[in-house]
């Protein structure tokens, strides 16, 4: 098992532990702070994040920034490439395509899914699902997150 997933289903079981996985998270890679992500569900082929609904991420029409939402997609891709790939693969973003489907307005709920078998193949291009929903369910941005898989090399297991 991963460290994030490990680290994931220790912390989730306590008192707020979420809000420290998820500051743990963005400590780790600093980029995710600018949008505070937290998380609420991390398992292998699945991972969904909350990104809250405050000033510090709105656009000049006062909805969810298009780079504040691709920030949230990412996030929950890298949870989820975290606790998917097999101990021997390593992963890197490779590329992004996303469509903007409706005004984000809200907490946003951004989700990242792919299939198991994506992650045993030859295959070095793994694509990761991704989208954002609003309370109402209704789809914001979707799109997917391409992923370069290889295996380590020998001194990095």
Not at 50 to 65: A, E, F, K, S, Y
């Amino acid at each position: 098992m991963s460290g994030v997933l490990s680290l994931w289903r220790t912390a989730s079981r306590l008192p707020l532990g979420d809000r420290l996985f998820s500051r743990a998270f963005a400590f780790r890679a600093p980029y995710f702070a600018s949008i505070r992500p937290r998380f609420t569900v991390i398992e292998p082929d699945h991972a969904e994040l909350v990104v809250r609904d405050r000033r510090r991420v709105h656009n000049h029409l006062g909805t969810v920034h298009a780079i504040a939402l691709c920030n949230g997609l990412e996030a929950a891709m890298g949870a989820l490439a975290e606790a998917s790939i097999p101990a021997t693969k390593r992963w890197i973003p490779k590329g992004m395509e996303v469509a903007y489907t409706a005004k984000a307005s809200g907490d946003i709920t951004c989700i990242a899914e792919t299939d198991r078998a994506q992650w045993t193949g030859d295959d070095p291009d793994v694509p990761v699902r991704v989208r954002g929903e609003d309370r109402d369910g209704t789809v914001v941005v979707e799109g997917e997150i391409r992923l370069w898989v290889t295996e380590k090399t020998a001194g990095r297991r």
